[in-house]
């Protein structure tokens, strides 16, 4: 069938309509393309169709820039320039909130981006070392999109180029040792401007992990340590195969140290876009501070010294231990801990805060987070989601408790797919 491509939705797809009037989701195309198209068997709604050929494409269409562009899953955008993309993004995040969150009055800024063209963005990545009968090895890639399929890559435009020689490293190892060839691994990398850190998920320790991690480290001096994650226990801890477990980097003036496992940013210059319009919207001088689901202490250590009290909520020990180290590494003494789960946290906390900020997953916060906001936050809230859907869904509750919307600003942390970051500023 024919199809015009008429914008693009939320998970990055094309939207058309037959000329019967029934939406269809196209992967990989433009707002504008014309196509012929294939509708993919199944029961999904809305249906789904792919791009047999490229009649005319649409105006904002350009060249990917990688030749596995369309088959890895890990970008959806590539074929869209940067412009778009973002333009794309902050009308995803209006969408949401007018159709999921019944909010038609509220702006959405422009979407800012830190100072880059788009590659070479991302601080973490995973990637799946696997048998390959065709050649009696392994191979090492990406998940190919809906599937668990791996996706072999030569250079990956959206990482720096250390975790590319890094992978090209690790394959040619790999292969060379049919104990580790012949099991499958899930494997991440994570970059700070100076060092590196390389996590091996598997379910059994395989001695051949320590002479291939010793090599590595042999090979690339940056590459600070090699741990394994037991991938059958819940919650288990890294531990060290080789060096270190942790690495540490300053960002926006500040010393963080981050384990291995533990969150964070996947784009250092993005997440000082972050602290950049936290510092518009807050107070140079805070009287308390709340920091719900606070991670390794992003926001807790950038906003300690102007603050005279702050509380950080976050489930993981382990993101405790990194931010009681980047705490003294900066000289903060005046920052309170709570390892706990959101809900269980504030149910025995009975205490006002001027300020809130919440950095929810990608669920969302639970009615019983949004409830006791609502309660006992007196002045000011900054939501930080990763997920316009939920996003719209919890400030639909909160607006209906009295929060008015004072600003909502997207952030292109992640280039060349459909993910936005947003922050939205809330007061009483």
Request: aromatic letters at 8%.
């Amino acid at each position: 069938m024919e199809l015009t491509i008429e914008k693009l939705v939320y998970g990055g797809e094309g939207l058309a309509r037959t000329p019967e009037g029934e939406v269809i989701f196209v992967p990989l195309s433009v707002p504008g393309d014309v196509i012929d198209a294939e509708r993919v068997v199944g029961r999904q709604k809305p249906a789904k169709a792919s791009i047999k050929a490229l009649r005319s494409p649409g105006a904002e269409r350009v060249q990917p820039d990688c030749d596995i562009f369309g088959q890895c899953g890990g970008c959806q955008w590539q074929h869209l320039s940067l412009d778009a993309q973002r333009d794309w993004k902050q009308k995803m995040v209006t969408e949401s909130l007018v159709r999921l969150g019944k909010l038609p009055d509220v702006a959405v800024a422009k979407t800012l981006s830190p100072p880059t063209d788009g590659w070479k963005a991302r601080n973490r990545v995973q990637w799946e070392l696997v048998p390959d009968a065709a050649t009696q090895s392994c191979k090492l890639g990406y998940h190919a999109a809906e599937s668990h399929t791996v996706v072999e890559f030569n250079n990956c435009p959206i990482i720096p180029a250390p975790l590319n020689q890094l992978a090209q490293r690790l394959r040619e190892l790999a292969q060379k040792d049919p104990k580790i060839a012949a099991k499958r691994f899930r494997v991440e990398a994570f970059i700070s401007p100076d060092e590196t850190m390389l996590l091996i998920f598997t379910g059994e320790k395989n001695g051949s992990l320590y002479p291939l991690a010793e090599q590595l480290m042999q090979d690339f001096p940056a590459l600070e340590g090699v741990c394994w994650v037991d991938s059958q226990t819940k919650d288990a801890s890294p531990k060290p195969i080789a060096g270190k477990t942790s690495l540490q980097f300053a960002l926006a003036g500040n010393q963080y140290r981050v384990s291995a496992g533990q969150f964070f940013q996947t784009s250092y210059a993005g997440a000082e876009v972050l602290l950049q319009v936290l510092d518009e919207w807050l107070s140079p001088s805070v009287t308390s501070l709340l920091d719900i689901y606070a991670g390794v202490g992003l926001f807790s250590v950038h906003r300690a010294k102007r603050t005279q009290r702050v509380l950080a909520i976050e489930s993981s020990p382990g993101a405790e231990a990194d931010a009681l180290e980047s705490f003294g590494l900066n000289g903060i003494t005046n920052v309170a801990w709570k390892t706990s789960d959101a809900r269980q946290a504030l149910r025995t906390l009975n205490e006002a805060f001027e300020v809130a900020i919440v950095d929810p997953p990608r669920g969302g916060c639970q009615p019983e987070v949004l409830n006791w906001l609502s309660e006992h936050i007196e002045k000011q809230l900054i939501y930080v989601s990763c997920n316009p859907t939920t996003l719209a869904r919890d400030l639909k509750h909160l607006v209906a408790q009295g929060w008015k919307i004072d600003a909502v600003q997207p952030v292109d942390m992640f280039p060349q797919t459909y993910h936005v970051e947003t922050l939205v500023n809330l007061s009483r």
